[in-house]
């Protein structure tokens, strides 16, 4: 797959045909994709996907059947112990003792690398400054993942590989920790984050690798999957006074306008709102109560997995 | 994973002392086992010192006094607890939770925990001993003619024969439940061996005669010859060498880091407890079908109700139903006899798989039977064959 890059940053990840089973299992058939420096990189699929089991070869925790991988330059197989200490990874599944203190979780893992972070300053970011004494076992879901977070940071790490970070969170949280995500991107840490949540790939990821029963359906920024999707949106909108629908029409964004009772439904691509919108103004009109139902990346999602089961079942291969 | 061979640089000392230091605080904040393996034997030492009876010399013990022969078993007591109990324990349930897999994350690997996890261990069976003894000789004049090149030689050896046992319990069970359960097995019968139901020279020949080759046994033989002042003799010595050699090379060789694989291979060893039969029905049958024959056809005494099965890893583990497919019939009274059928659905024919096990083998042997005569008498037809090839 020929892969667009974001921007001409260096490469830190590159995965090339990665494959892995588990006995008769295929969890992961055929993975490529590069993540570049300061991006946050998404991994997106559904649940059984082969996400976990990509970033866990990636982390050098477990031994890929076939493919290259190359993490900074690394190879996870053969020089384990010098990539962890330059990739902070939080996994699912993966936990402290339930008696132990948060100050003194964060010293021990401290103490693992070579240059660790001011384990103070990351609680005290990560807002967990008042839990510094209280048992692992007590903290909430929000919070044992942001000491997650900060486990995956101390070591002060170039890439940060974050696996279903908020899982389980209520939105109030998931959005402190989509927050807290752009902040650590921003301190320079190139972010792989796995997530099975659209909205959250689409708003925090620069790009993302669709990828589905073991193998990468796209790669790409999230707004370009839709396209690549070749599905369109639509702007829901009630207009102060009727504008003909040539006016929309003409405007190259515009495919289509339907009208449903009081609204009006404009179908197209691009920058669709802005368009008509502007063209409402133009005529002096005001476009009210304006909704997109443009297709989200979740639309893509379907949309692309929805054509790769079609393939798999015209090739045989029920899933 | 890579195989750790640390390299020991300054900034890896001190992540090897925070581990051992968070061992530490960790053990002092769930104490049950430190009340056990140093609490209760402290405690025994002074009930038997203070009673008269119990520390002069007595003719059944071969001229010694209850108190110096029970001294030994006490230390091995400790070696039980630690080694057999909780080493394992707490090595399967970091394991479970996900800590190990957590810190195969770091540069340091999941190795050093288990090294860590060791050394406070050994740490507690020094401190325990040296109660025992001094706790002996100060409050109560236990004499013993010790030889203390011998007594170190003597629980070296243990300590490697125990905690190699440990180990391997850890490295075969896929839960902490699992390795409390090995190790509540293993502690009747070792402590026995080691004389905790009094001194073996109590019993006939033959029992010490089978005792001096268990390890707790010969670990007991080894300190009560040192703690005597004698040379512990090579017997004991090299049966204690050879639990420590074999069982410490299996666990080497078989200890799985990830949760995974420690089941796969824990569910493995159920699996030979367990009996599977396979029957292969004609026609496509649904749970329901099957669950219905099983209802009607089977004596009133067995309940056939649907599956559940268990959810959520760490928290929140609850049951919910395991579909249609999967039934559970049990003999209401007594529970014992208990099979999980499982209906798969193969083009042209269904295959019904039954599963029972774990308890008494003939209650095991005679619900899965009478589960697939019904099913045989009920759903099959004249062709229907049962196979012996589960899949």
């Not at chain 2, 261990?121 to 109660?131: C, D, E, I, T």
């Amino acid at each position: 797959m020929s892969e667009v890059l974001a921007n001409d940053s260096p490469v830190v990840i590159a995965v090339e045909h990665l494959h892995k089973a588990y006995g008769a299992t295929v969890a992961v058939d055929d993975v490529s994709f590069s993540v570049q420096a300061g991006e946050i990189f998404g991994v997106l699929g559904r649940n059984g996907a082969g996400k976990t089991t990509t970033v866990e070869c990636l982390s050098g925790l477990r031994v890929p059947d076939g493919g290259c991988l190359d993490v900074l330059g690394l190879d996870p197989r053969e020089d384990g112990r010098e990539l962890h200490e330059r990739v902070g990874v939080q996994l699912q599944e993966s936990a402290l003792p339930p008696k132990i203190r948060v100050a003194e979780a964060v010293e021990l893992y401290a103490s693992f690398y070579r240059r660790p972070a001011d384990g103070d300053h990351l609680l005290d970011v990560l807002g967990l400054d008042e839990k510094r004494g209280s048992y692992y076992r007590d903290l909430s879901g929000g919070q044992q993942q942001r000491l997650s977070i900060v486990l995956a940071l101390i070591g002060q790490p170039e890439i940060a590989i974050l696996d279903e970070l908020t899982t389980g969170l209520d939105p109030q949280a998931r959005r402190e920790t989509w927050e807290l995500i752009e902040d650590v991107r921003d301190s320079g840490v190139t972010i792989v984050l796995v997530t099975h949540f659209m909205e959250e790939a689409e708003r925090l990821c620069n790009r993302v690798a669709l990828i589905d029963h073991g193998k990468v359906i796209a790669v790409g920024p999230p707004a370009n999957l839709g396209e690549q999707a070749s599905t369109s949106k639509r702007v829901r909108l009630r207009a102060s006074d009727q504008l003909s629908d040539k006016v929309l029409e003409s405007l190259p964004e515009v495919s289509a306008v339907e009208h449903h009772g009081p609204d009006l439904v404009v179908i197209g691509s691009g920058d669709l709102v802005t368009a008509v919108v502007l063209a409402f103004d133009r005529a002096g009109l005001v476009a009210k109560d304006v909704r997109t139902e443009s297709s989200t990346l979740e639309d893509a999602f379907l949309a692309l997995t929805d054509a790769a089961d079609a393939e798999a079942t015209a090739g045989g291969l029920t899933p | 994973m890579s195989t750790p061979v640390a390299a020991f640089s300054p900034s890896r000392h001190r992540a090897y002392r925070m581990l051992v230091l968070t061992e530490l605080r960790l053990a002092w904040r769930t104490p049950s086992y430190l009340v056990v393996a140093l609490g209760i034997p402290v405690l025994l030492t002074v009930i038997f010192g203070s009673i008269p009876s119990l520390t002069e010399p007595s003719k059944t013990f071969g001229g010694a006094s209850f108190f110096t022969i029970y001294t030994p078993t006490l230390m091995v007591l400790v070696l039980i607890v630690l080694g057999f109990v909780s080493l394992p324990a707490s090595m399967a349930t970091y394991r479970q939770q996900g800590v190990l897999h957590r810190m195969s994350t770091t540069p340091v690997p999941a190795s050093a925990l288990l090294g860590a996890q060791v050394a406070v261990n050994v740490g507690f069976v020094l401190v325990s001993v040296a109660l025992i003894l001094g706790v002996g000789a100060g409050a109560f004049n236990l004499v013993l003619p010790l030889q203390f090149g011998w007594l170190v030689l003597s629980l070296a050896l243990s300590v490697g024969a125990m905690f190699g046992i440990g180990l391997c319990i850890a490295a075969f069970a896929g839960s902490g439940r699992i390795a409390l359960a090995i190790g509540g097995l293993l502690f009747y019968p070792m402590a026995f061996c080691a004389g905790m139901y009094g001194p073996l020279t109590v019993y006939p020949n033959v029992v010490r005669q089978i005792a001096k080759w268990a390890p707790t046994g010969a670990a007991f033989n080894a300190l009560h010859d040192s703690l005597g002042g004698h040379f512990p003799g090579w017997m004991s010595l090299g049966v204690l060498v050879a639990y420590a050699v074999v069982f410490s090379a299996i666990a080497v060789r078989w200890f799985r880091w990830d949760v995974e694989r420690a089941q796969i291979r824990s569910g493995r060893i159920l699996a030979l407890l367990t009996l599977t039969l396979t029957v292969a029905l004609p026609g496509d049958l649904s749970g329901e079908q099957v669950t219905r024959a099983l209802s009607d056809g089977l004596s009133p005494r067995y309940a056939v109700e649907p599956a559940t099965k268990f959810r959520g890893r760490l928290f929140g583990l609850r049951t919910v139903p395991a579909g249609p497919d999967v039934i559970v019939v049990s003999t209401g009274v007594s529970g014992l006899g208990r099979a999980e059928v499982r209906v798969v659905r193969t083009p042209g024919d269904t295959r019904v798989r039954i599963r029972s096990g774990g308890q008494v083998l003939y209650s095991a042997l005679s619900v899965a039977s009478r589960v697939r005569r019904v099913l045989q008498r009920d759903l099959g037809d004249v062709r229907s064959r049962p196979t012996n090839r589960s899949t």
